[in-house]
């Protein structure tokens, strides 16, 4: 009988983590390149694990084929067939076999070939052997999927390399909800309370407010980077930027409606890849609405805000959100919620207390409705730090800029495994 083999998309549609059972070290892994690999497997648990794994949004760009079968079936796969960039075996073979049964795969495997093995034996001699032997990495199952993204992380993102920044994505539950101010004052908050590089990306194009609320005119923004991407790189980056204070630079929206915004679902990645590259903080300011490219950049950034007021419609949408998002994002933590404008005179609302009840997410943040300090800031063309630091308001970014960077309780990365170059199976025979 011949192995089942199917590829996987990471298209969120899997289960996903409760916060109780989600792996601390999942906020620690990037973004995989674009590469190949092939997965055997020999048991159910190990093929639920990498159908869950090609399913994570680290995993888009991967070409990612699992084929229910041994170390044998890769060897009779691959004599007729060009190797992936990794090969995932699992093994119930023995320690004194093992090395006996990889022969046949060494036979066929390209030399650029990694290999990482996932066996049933906790032993370290067998563990040094391997790796003599060019192995890239022995892990003991069952293997969580943490443990195998960061054994592939590893192997294939250079660690010489410059970490990725972090992608912060805003987003209203329903127009009006005053998301654009918070992410801009957030922005703000993350480059002057950590000094940290920071890039706003108005990603709202015919209607973005970034430029009027840092006083700006900008000739050239992000317009020219979304409908010019083959022109897109660092030098082209730094021509679009506007500086708004020492460490926060602005990718502004237009200011005229001279042309009509529809996007395709991928329009926005090259950007936000360039961003992440650019700077260790980028603050997404997206507009409110449910498009192809709105779900593909929700689903592509580290961290996503859900701004709302305390009103039915806000409830509804954000709970729908949420659980779009839980689909969508299946391995990430839920989004982050923040209730704006609460207590507002003479407006009927949902106390904050039954709004987040059937949400089962506590809010981030609460912002009391105080028209006369956000008015005042908008129309000087100023933060809310800037306009008065003491107020309640002001901490309350600061607060947000703390949670939404990772500043409250920060966990070191897990170290991944070792990357050495494939000798034995990486070597055809003369």
């Known amino acids: 009988m011949s192995p089942i ?3 996987i998309r990471a298209s969120g549609e899997d289960e996903h983590f409760d916060d109780a059972e989600r792996p601390a070290d999942m906020d620690a892994l990037r973004p995989l390149p674009r590469i190949s690999i092939h997965a055997f497997c020999e048991s159910e648990a190990m093929q639920r694990m990498m159908d869950r794994m090609g399913r994570d949004r680290r995993m ?19 004599a007729s067939a060009p190797t992936p960039n990794l090969i995932i075996l699992e093994t119930e073979a023995e320690p004194k076999n093992l090395l006996e049964e990889l022969t046949p795969l060494a036979e066929v495997c390209d030399p650029s070939t ?12 067998l563990y040094r052997e391997l790796i003599r032997n060019g192995i890239s990495e022995y892990l003991v199952g069952p293997v969580q999927m943490s443990d195998m993204l960061a054994s592939v992380s590893t192997i294939f993102v250079d660690p010489e390399a410059e970490p990725l920044g972090k992608s912060i994505a805003f987003i209203g539950a329903k127009g009006g909800v005053g998301s654009s101010t918070i992410a801009h004052n957030c922005a703000f908050g993350i480059s002057s309370l950590f000094s940290t590089e920071t890039i706003l990306a108005d990603l709202d194009l ?12 900008p000739a050239q923004g992000i317009a020219e980077a979304v409908f010019a991407p083959e022109r897109l790189d660092e030098v082209f980056l730094d021509r679009l930027l506007t500086k708004c204070s020492e460490h926060l630079s602005l990718l502004a929206a237009p200011s005229l409606l001279d042309r009509a915004y529809d996007f ?25 609405g449910w498009t192809e490219w709105t779900r593909a950049v929700l689903c592509e950034v580290d961290e996503v805000v859900i701004c709302a007021v305390p009103d039915l419609a806000n409830l509804r949408n954000t709970k729908n959100m949420i659980d779009a998002l839980k689909k969508l994002r299946p391995n990430d933590r839920p989004p982050h919620i923040i209730l704006n404008q609460v207590g507002m005179p003479k407006r009927p609302e949902i106390a904050p207390a039954d709004f987040i009840e059937p949400l089962e997410i506590e809010p981030i943040a609460i912002l009391p409705f105080d028209v006369q300090l956000f008015g005042n800031a908008a129309n000087s063309g100023r933060m809310i730090s800037e306009i ?19 500043r409250v309780a920060v966990k070191k990365a897990k170290k991944g495994g070792l990357g050495k170059v494939l000798d034995m199976l990486g070597r055809k025979k003369a």
């Open 206 to 217: 015919p209607f973005g407010t970034a430029n009027i609320d840092f006083d700006q005119d």
């Open 60 to 78: 888009s760009k991967v070409n990612l084929r699992v084929t229910v079968g041994s170390t044998g079936a890769a060897a009779n796969m691959f």
């Open 5 to 7: 083999s199917y590829e």
């Open 264 to 288: 395709e679902r991928g329009a926005f990645t090259p950007i936000i890849e360039l961003l992440q590259r650019s700077a260790p903080v980028a603050v997404l300011d997206l507009p409110h």
């Open 114 to 125: 990694k290999v990482i093995i996932v066996g049933r034996y906790n032993d370290i001699s």
């Open 388 to 406: 008065d630091a003491k107020s309640p308001a002001a901490e309350t970014f600061s607060q947000i800029a703390h949670i939404v960077t990772g």
